[in-house]
């Protein structure tokens, strides 16, 4: 038990509010984690600002001082016992918060709660999870019943509005309920509390890079998604003056570079007006940006959308390919991709110095290993891609996918924590599960293999590019997956040996050998990155001596034409693809007629 409540030295009682995005466990159950990680916690930056919001509004009342706590674990080793003695010496107020947590963190967020439980601090999990499972199965999962049996509660859906508020106050009074649910609730979020994360939180990150959102929900209904059914199918955005706000606060610390996570920024009706508002600023402040940014493969149909968007600081996009097959696309619900628009659109970036980074999925129901090997190489000769980061098909919970295996008693893998989209977690309808596993392997390995990475070089330095984004991308994307067995957006720098926090049910190794083998990978690992790196600067260093590099086209950087359709596998190599072209001539012949219509005189 926590002991009697006590006063800090400015005389103010304390309640802690400790925020953790738990990791993942790794092949050898222990914590993923780095010195540097690769991607920032949007979550964990949402709910510091509304835990700021609610210090700064003295929910708790003018005598109690509410501390803030953000943690990111796969960057930084949760030491619970020096945490719980923490809040015992300020009095034994306080909650811990499991931020944003995906069903791969699920397993580590219920582990990582058992000191706090015992010791008892309140617990409240949230995240894609927990409001997934419930928003599609309409209950919990028998994981969920035994953390709610112990006392652990739940988030369900959004914390704007002044949500978070009633946990702090549940929790300040002991009184932490089972269930919060918000699920269907949706909170405005123009006006709400910006997301920010401190200085020395953000420097845990390659690039000191943070994160935030300008809109939310998704209007479409990808059978493998769990936005529309967390986030919902109706979009929310922020104001101009919010997204002034969120460049400013963190200009204050130094931060400049962002990852801006709304699934579309082009659809975004207000997109104008915040790309406008970006560069304005940028102006005044006398700064320059960095932003990464999410967009679909119809963006370069927004009338000026792409040359505002890297006016105002873009500089790499993410396109969800998610497949060449439209048969694939069909069966998944991706209706709004079209692959006659995909070499337009990526030839509308690649006329700015932008890096272009695409997802793709393995394992929709046409694909085979025979499939899944020609249509990489379609991607590699036809699609101007920097970087692309493949994917396995996985019924994450919350999703579509999910909800029907689950109720239909097929088999799916029962341990959560494979489930990051790097795992096959089901079986699929065609390919046996070595066929899927290693065409699955074999795409990261053709795509990233040496002459393939020489050819997005000679493609970056021909259009102008940025070299030093595209040599560090490709350099990332071959060296994870294809050295470490990792996925590069779980990579990051150096290891931290947290040997005690070993998955339960798994041994805690001698330190005799686990710190040797430990220093012995790491020296490995870096060794490998730095041959990695030394070779394309090399092969970069080639190209750049040739005085005809800008000379040179391949078919994925030559501009789109009519015979495209005729020539280019990505048309003719599957039946949708060959339907996709007919449709698209359907389409051109009507745009044309009613051209032809409008441009009549009047009678």
């Known amino acids: 038990m926590m002991r009697k409540t006590t006063t800090s030295d400015s005389g103010r009682?304390?309640?802690?509010?400790?925020?953790?995005?738990?990791?993942?466990?790794?092949?050898?159950?222990?914590?993923?984690?780095?010195?540097?990680?690769?991607?920032?916690?949007?979550?964990?930056?949402?709910?510091?600002?509304?835990?700021?919001?609610?210090?700064?509004?003295?929910?708790?009342?003018?005598?109690?001082?509410?501390?803030?706590?953000?943690?990111?674990?796969?960057?930084?080793?949760?030491?619970?016992?020096?945490?719980?003695?923490?809040?015992?010496?300020?009095?034994?107020?306080?909650?811990?918060a499991m931020v944003g947590v995906q069903s791969n963190q699920f397993p580590r967020s219920l582990d990582l709660a058992q000191p706090f439980v015992a010791a008892g601090v309140p617990v409240c999990i949230g995240g894609f999870h927990v409001s997934g499972v419930v928003s599609t199965l309409k209950k919990l999962t028998p994981d969920m019943e035994a953390a709610a049996e112990q006392g652990?509660?739940?988030?369900?859906?959004?914390?704007?509005?002044?949500?978070?508020?009633?946990?702090?106050k549940d929790a300040y009074t002991g009184q932490l309920q089972s269930t919060y649910d918000y699920l269907g609730k949706l909170p405005?979020?123009?006006?709400?509390?910006?997301?920010?994360?401190?200085?020395?939180?953000?420097?845990?990150?390659?690039?000191?890079?943070?994160?935030?959102?300008?809109?939310?929900?998704?209007?479409?209904?990808?059978?493998?998604?769990?936005?529309?059914?967390?986030?919902?199918?109706?979009?929310?955005?922020?104001?101009?003056?919010?997204?002034?706000?969120?460049?400013?606060?963190?200009?204050?610390?130094?931060?400049?570079?962002?990852?801006?996570?709304?699934?579309?920024?082009?659809?975004?009706?207000?997109?104008?007006?915040?790309l406008d508002g970006l560069i304005e600023l940028q102006q005044r402040m006398g700064i320059r940006l960095e932003l990464s940014i999410q967009v679909d493969t119809r963006c370069h149909q927004v009338p000026n959308f792409i040359p505002k968007a890297v006016e105002a600081g873009v500089k790499v996009v993410f396109v969800g390919l998610e497949n060449v097959n439209p048969d694939n696309l069909a069966a998944a619900g991706k209706?709004?991709?079209?692959?006659?628009?995909?070499?337009?659109?990526?030839?509308?970036?690649?006329?700015?110095p932008v890096a272009i980074s695409a997802g793709y999925i393995v394992g929709f129901p046409f694909d085979t290993r025979e499939s899944?090997?020609?249509?990489?190489?379609?991607?590699?000769?036809?699609?101007?891609?920097?970087?692309?980061?493949?994917?396995?098909?996985?019924?994450?919970?919350?999703?579509?996918?999910?909800?029907?295996?689950?109720?239909?008693?097929?088999?799916?893998?029962?341990?959560?924590?494979r489930y990051n989209t790097n795992y096959r977690v089901t079986h699929h309808t065609v390919m046996s599960d070595e066929d899927w596993d290693e065409g699955y392997l074999n795409m990261w390995r053709s795509y990233y293999s040496w002459d393939h990475m020489t050819t997005?070089?000679?493609?970056?330095?021909?259009?102008?590019?940025?070299?030093?984004?595209?040599?560090?991308?490709?350099?990332?994307?071959?060296?994870?997956?294809?050295?470490?067995?990792?996925?590069?957006?779980?990579?990051?720098?150096?290891?931290?040996?947290?040997?005690?926090?070993?998955?339960?049910?798994?041994?805690?190794?001698n330190p005799l050998i686990f710190y040797p083998r430990y220093v012995y990978r790491e020296i490995r690992d870096i060794l490998t990155f730095r041959r990695v790196v030394r070779r394309l600067r090399e092969i970069n260093d080639r190209i750049a001596s040739d005085p005809n590099r800008f000379d040179y086209r391949d078919a994925a950087i030559t501009p789109a034409s009519e015979s495209d359709y005729d020539d280019?596998?990505?048309?003719?190599?599957?039946?949708?693809?060959?339907?996709?072209?007919?449709?698209?001539?359907?389409?051109?012949?009507?745009?044309?007629?009613?051209?032809r219509t409008h441009s009549r005189p009047a009678a």
């Open 13 to 96: 009682e304390v309640f802690h509010l400790i925020m953790i995005v738990p990791a993942r466990y790794d092949e050898e159950g222990y914590p993923l984690q780095w010195w540097r990680s690769c991607m920032p916690a949007n979550s964990l930056a949402t709910l510091n600002g509304l835990g700021r919001d609610c210090r700064d509004r003295e929910i708790l009342g003018p005598d109690v001082d509410i501390r803030l706590t953000a943690i990111d674990e796969t960057n930084h080793i949760v030491r619970a016992r020096k945490l719980i003695g923490m809040i015992r010496r300020d009095g034994g107020k306080g909650l811990v």
């Open 456 to 509: 997005i070089l000679k493609r970056a330095h021909a259009l102008g590019g940025d070299i030093l984004k595209t040599r560090m991308y490709v350099g990332w994307y071959h060296h994870f997956p294809v050295n470490l067995g990792i996925h590069p957006v779980e990579g990051g720098i150096l290891r931290l040996p947290a040997r005690t926090q070993r998955r339960p049910g798994l041994p805690r190794e």
């Open 372 to 417: 899944l090997a020609r249509d990489v190489e379609i991607i590699k000769r036809e699609l101007p891609v920097d970087h692309i980061y493949f994917t396995q098909l996985t019924p994450l919970p919350g999703s579509a996918d999910h909800a029907r295996l689950y109720n239909s008693g097929e088999w799916m893998d029962p341990d959560l924590n």
């Open 335 to 352: 209706a709004q991709n079209r692959i006659t628009d995909y070499r337009e659109m990526l030839l509308e970036w690649k006329k700015y």
């Open 152 to 168: 652990i509660g739940f988030f369900l859906g959004e914390a704007e509005e002044g949500r978070l508020d009633q946990v702090v």
């Open 568 to 595: 280019l596998g990505l048309y003719q190599t599957t039946r949708g693809g060959k339907e996709a072209v007919a449709k698209a001539a359907v389409r051109a012949a009507a745009q044309a007629k009613l051209r």
């Open 188 to 274: 405005e979020i123009a006006g709400a509390p910006v997301p920010i994360l401190d200085e020395e939180d953000i420097r845990r990150t390659i690039g000191w890079i943070s994160s935030f959102d300008v809109g939310r929900g998704c209007p479409y209904q990808c059978s493998f998604c769990t936005i529309i059914n967390v986030h919902g199918r109706k979009s929310r955005f922020r104001t101009k003056e919010d997204l002034e706000r969120i460049i400013r606060e963190n200009n204050e610390q130094g931060i400049r570079q962002f990852f801006v996570t709304d699934d579309n920024l082009a659809r975004n009706k207000n997109w104008p007006d915040l």
